[in-house]
């Protein structure tokens, strides 16, 4: 049984609050996950994503509406959000940037350490990491953390979220700035995470091919409100909305609009290459003599 | 296709711009040792091109763009901008104003309160009489069409108009050439777009363009394409030639634009495609 895990209602948050440079961020954006969501939160530049997001491990707390993680009520100011913090996993953008000591099992044992794991939990807890994001234990354990590779380092620090055993992954741009291999196995990670491990995933992004390749679900902020809900296709497929929110679309969705456009009968609530190449062959076929 | 290793594959039919020869990097590792991010590169840039560099993370796509404007000076080799060997220090100067750089991450480039002061900076610094400044100023906002952000906070803009002031930043110092390192990889898809048109504008504009990226899409539009790979230079081409042979790009760990891919499958299940299409417009015009 999947239970649900966030319920975020009505929520708003201004920043500088009280301030003559009080603003907006969030007005009243509603959002749900449950415990085997794999999701995805889209929004422009200044949607709310980011301070949305904030709010789910305790960073930020609601000046107005509910917000409810894990059953615990973020609302309440005697509401110690510690324990929270271990179990959504928040990942940063680039957070590779975040990477302090020089041997790589030391950084993702970081966390462990601080909550007072004995050492041979730490260990256990740095192997199993870092197997969940493809670094073989002994091969990368005692590396020189700042001599590995972007995607590699990108991966060190996801583990180090990992060390901490979320039950929720929370990842900011996850594949920003990484080259296609590295961006294909940090997906199949965080695919792997979410089926195997059991975890629930969300993602925030504006890349709208990481967002089409990746989640099931899709909630789409805008001006600081949820505008749209539904499954990756479902929203995908209201191309014209997602233009007037300045969102753009997958490059798959984008060609087999122009397809359509263009007079050719091929469906367009097409995600992947391989689904527009069978699109366009079913479309084809039954006219061809 | 050119299997380069030192020698120029292709007749350059301009002058180039901008010369590598048989340049090496290596970083000092702590804890002894090296690591080498470039390894007996060489390659001209032509006078006017639009030059796409691209490479898996480490390949030593960032270690080229700094090499093209002084701001690293190669272990061993050389690097010639219009004429000037960047090993000079006392031409540093110059050789900046002939090639500037935009980085990824509009937030390291920004030094001013106001845009127009931030465009700015680098002319007053070059110690040019005010009403030259504000001239250049004024034309480098027009040309990434941002009159209207003259006055505002770089603070207050978002990432594609941030990007677009550091552009600004470096076409006011009137430069011949300009370095994009990964300059759209933080931005959304309308950031990026607005980016990439002011680029194309600029190339239409007789302005050289090198771009490092990530995104094969983005190295479709240019007119040639190098594909860096452990320090070397593994391919180099047009972008139909680059593109044609995904087996080759897979093996250095990239792909094919994702049009290219859906041609790919599709052919593979039997559907006319003609020719090898890399834009959703080329796409739509290589059906039957």
């Keep these: 049984m999947t239970e649900l895990i966030v319920e975020v209602r009505d929520l708003w948050h201004w920043y500088l609050r009280g301030t003559p440079l009080e603003t907006v961020a969030v007005q009243g954006v509603g959002l749900e996950l449950r415990s085997d969501d ?13 301070t949305v997001v904030q709010h789910l491990n305790g960073l930020l707390r609601p000046h107005r509406g509910t917000v409810r993680v894990f059953g ?24 590779e940037q975040q990477l302090f000591d020089p041997t790589v099992g ?56 990992l060390a901490l055993e979320p039950r929720l992954l929370v990842l900011d741009e996850p594949t920003a700035g990484l080259d296609p291999r590295g961006r294909a196995q940090l997906l199949d990670s965080i695919r792997a995470l979410h089926a195997q491990a059991g975890m629930a995933v969300v993602i925030v992004s ?18 600081g409100r949820t505008v749209m809900h539904g499954s990756v296709r479902e929203i995908f497929a209201r191309v014209d909305e997602l233009r007037e929110l300045r969102l753009g679309i997958p490059q798959v969705s984008e060609l087999a609009h122009e397809l359509r456009r263009a007079g050719h009968r091929v469906r367009t609530d097409v995600l992947t290459a391989g689904e527009l190449a069978e699109a366009l062959y079913s479309g084809t076929s039954p006219s061809s003599p | ?34 690591n080498v991010a470039l390894s007996g590169v060489a390659l001209a840039v032509h006078e006017g091109e639009w030059l796409a560099v691209i490479g898996h993370n480490g390949s030593g796509k960032s270690t080229l763009a700094k090499l093209m404007n002084g701001l690293l000076i190669p272990g061993r080799g050389d690097v010639i901008v219009a004429g000037m060997n960047t090993r000079e220090t006392a031409l540093h100067r110059a050789i900046r104003q002939t090639v500037g750089v935009v980085f990824q991450d509009p937030e390291d480039q920004i030094v001013a309160t106001l845009v127009e002061e931030d465009v700015a900076f680098g002319p007053e610094n070059l110690g040019l009489a005010r009403d030259e400044v504000r001239a250049l100023v004024q034309s480098a906002l027009d040309a990434i069409d941002a009159q209207d952000l003259r006055l505002r906070a770089p603070h207050q803009l978002s990432g594609g108009q941030k990007q677009r002031v550091a552009i600004a930043g470096v076409l006011a110092m009137r430069p011949r050439c300009i370095v994009l390192d990964e300059s759209t990889a933080m931005l959304d898809p309308e950031g990026r777009r607005e980016v990439l048109d002011v680029v194309a504008r600029l190339h239409r504009a007789g302005t050289t ?15 040639r394409i190098v594909v860096l790979s452990e320090g070397r230079i593994a391919l180099e081409g047009v972008p139909r030639e680059i593109f044609g042979d995904r087996e080759r790009l897979r093996a250095l760990d990239l792909d094919v634009p994702p049009v290219a891919q859906v041609a790919e499958r599709a052919r593979a299940l039997g559907v006319g495609v003609r020719g090898l299409p890399l834009t959703v417009g080329e796409f739509v015009t290589a059906l039957p």
């Design chain 1, 38 to 50: 794999l999701a995805a939160i889209m929004g422009h530049t200044g949607s709310g994503k980011s």
């Design chain 1, 72 to 95: 615990q009520d973020l609302g309440d100011p005697r509401l110690d959000a510690r324990p929270l913090r271990r179990m959504v996993g928040l990942v940063f953008q680039q957070p």
């Design chain 1, 106 to 161: 030391d950084d993702i044992a970081f966390g462990p350490r601080q909550l007072r794991c004995t050492p041979e939990e730490v260990r256990r807890r740095v192997r199993t990491a870092m197997e969940r994001v493809g670094l073989g234990f002994d091969a990368y354990k005692d590396r020189y953390t700042f001599g590995l590779s972007g995607g590699e380092m990108r991966r060190v620090a996801l583990a180090g979220v």
């Design chain 1, 206 to 223: 504006h890349d709208m091919d990481v967002v089409a390749e990746l989640a099931r679900s899709v909630w789409v902020l805008a001006g």
């Design chain 2, 1 to 34: 296709m050119t299997h380069a290793n030192g020698a120029l594959g292709a007749t350059p039919v301009r002058p180039s711009l901008l010369e590598v020869r048989d340049v090496t990097v290596a970083y000092r590792v702590p804890g002894g040792g090296a």
């Design chain 2, 209 to 223: 363009i090198v771009a490092v990226t990530h995104f094969m899409s983005e190295a479709a539009l240019a007119d």
